[in-house]
């Protein structure tokens, strides 16, 4: 089954499920600490719901009916424990572990949390200088700890173990989630390059000339090696942009949700900026500084085709 199949089913399922069913509390949950109660005993929302919005018990049901429960249980992982933390007004998290509650049995990892912000965008557009309040992923980490890098899947730069393979599943429920919240965009900045590249069918980078450097790494870089090998080469300062040290600088990526902040992406004037980076820039890799890293490179890293 393709990511299209994959979402259209989920997007069916999250259909299905009921402002009730994700906001449910268990009896478990009800038992409150005092600061969690207002003087006439009602709920505070932030301290129980994930995002204001979803139950413990809620999440654990959309996880069963999105499979994800199962697919790692494919993996090898069959006792599994979910950690929301909500004490944070401001960052949420919400931690999958198999086994223990330790950080060598982590497998899912995210903090999320409603950011206003204010686009001041190089166009003149209905959100340039506006605020409004996205959904932004502070940190994901999906790993599988059992798993072992190979020459199909070597390692990234930031990766400690394998990826789950499962970060699409997480991509939906965090799209569903903002369209249920009423969020005009979710906000990503990756850290490396390979992150913003992995996200570039769905986001797209607010500032034009950061969009169109990445397309232009993707095609002068990624039309003849391996992201890896892209990735490792960015990562370790081994890539001339223009003739010149390239250095991996991160920035905003969106993923529209709408109507004015993705008229914002498909403005033709946002594309013609996007276009004129893009063939403004060339890129290659450093053949010295290239020789020097492969001469030293991790065996676990190394893509075999």
Same mark, same amino acid.
């Given at each position: ?46 301290? +129980? ?12 049901? #959309?996880?069963?009916? &999105? ?26 998290? @919400? ?8 950080? !060598? ?13 204010? +686009?001041?965008?190089?166009? %003149? ?40 393979? +499962? ?24 850290? &490396? ?26 095609? %002068?870089? @990624?039309?003849?090696?391996? +992201? ?32 004015? #902040? ?13 276009? !004129? ?5 060339? &890129? ?22």
């Amino acid at each position: 089954m393709n990511w299209l199949s994959h979402f259209r089913r989920l997007a069916s399922f999250s259909r299905r499920l009921s402002e009730h069913q994700l906001r449910h509390l268990e009896d478990w949950e009800m038992e409150l600490s005092e600061q969690t109660l207002f003087g006439d005993g009602s709920l505070e929302a932030p301290g +129980l719901y994930f995002l204001g919005y979803y139950s413990r018990s809620g999440l654990d049901l #959309v996880f069963k009916k &999105y499979g994800f429960y199962e697919d790692l249980r494919e993996l090898g992982y069959r006792d599994l424990k979910m950690v929301m933390k909500t004490d944070d007004p401001f960052s949420h998290r @919400l931690a999958l572990y198999n086994e223990r509650e330790d950080p !060598e049995h982590l497998l899912t990892d995210l903090v999320a949390r409603r950011k206003t912000i204010t +686009l001041n965008t190089p166009i %003149d557009c209905e959100i340039s200088g506006r605020q409004f309040e996205v959904l932004f992923i502070e940190w994901l980490t999906l790993q599988n700890y059992k798993g072992k890098f190979s020459g199909e899947r070597p390692r990234l730069p930031g990766q400690k173990y394998p990826g789950l393979g +499962l970060g699409w599943v997480v991509l939906e429920f965090l799209l569903m989630a903002s369209r249920r919240l009423g969020f005009p965009a979710i906000l990503n900045i990756p850290e &490396y390059f390979h992150n913003a590249q992995i996200y570039a069918s769905h986001f797209h980078f607010a500032d034009p000339v950061m969009e169109g450097r990445r397309q232009a790494i993707e095609r %002068d870089l @990624l039309s003849v090696h391996p +992201l890896g090998d892209v990735a490792w080469a960015i990562d370790q300062h081994c890539v001339l942009e223009n003739g010149n040290p390239f250095q991996w600088s991160i920035s905003g990526q969106f993923l529209p949700l709408s109507a004015p #902040v993705k008229a914002y992406f498909n403005d033709p004037r946002y594309r013609r900026m996007v276009a !004129e980076a893009r063939e403004g820039h060339r &890129y290659m890799l450093d053949p010295d500084a290239w020789a020097r890293f492969q001469a030293a490179r991790p065996a676990d890293t190394v893509y075999i085709r």
